[in-house]
Nanobody
Framework: QVQLAESGGGLVQAGDSLKLSCVAS???????MAWFRQVPGKQREFLAA????????KYGYFVQGRVKISRDNAKSTVILQMNSLKPEDTAVYYC?????????????????WGQGTQVTVSS
């Protein structure tokens, strides 16, 4: 079993930047990783994904250009850098990992999930 732990959330102002981190307990180098977010009562939204070796990335349509995903396999960490934050970015942000060979934009593709970290953007 792989455990994922997110950190870096908090309260920021509109226009600020924020870096979220997610650490895996084991097997990180064989996991494709992704970030999603969810607002209560709304559907989970795909943000970004990165392949095992970092050579391939995917981004969600509504955040493309404002977020960047990266990973450090030596530290078992995946990073989501978010810029120009807006109040509508307020959500719980989750990292997810998959043992499958590809990265995809839908949640069912992922085998492991963190507990989430709250990001609140004030106007």
């Amino acid at each position: 079993q792989v455990q994922l732990a997110e950190s870096g959330g908090g309260l920021v102002q509109a226009g600020d930047s924020l870096k979220l981190s997610c650490v895996a307990s084991r097997s990180f180098s064989i996991l494709g990783m992704a970030w999603f977010r969810q607002v209560p009562g709304k559907q989970r939204e795909f943000l970004a994904a990165i392949s095992r070796n970092g050579g391939s990335t995917k981004y969600g349509y509504f955040v493309q250009g404002r977020v960047k995903i990266s990973r450090d396999n030596a530290k078992s960490t995946v990073i989501l850098q978010m810029n120009s934050l807006k109040p509508e970015d307020t959500a719980v942000y989750y990292c997810a990992g998959t043992l499958k060979a590809t990265i995809e934009t839908y949640g069912l593709h992922y085998d492991y999930w963190g507990q989430g970290t709250q990001v609140t953007v004030s106007s």
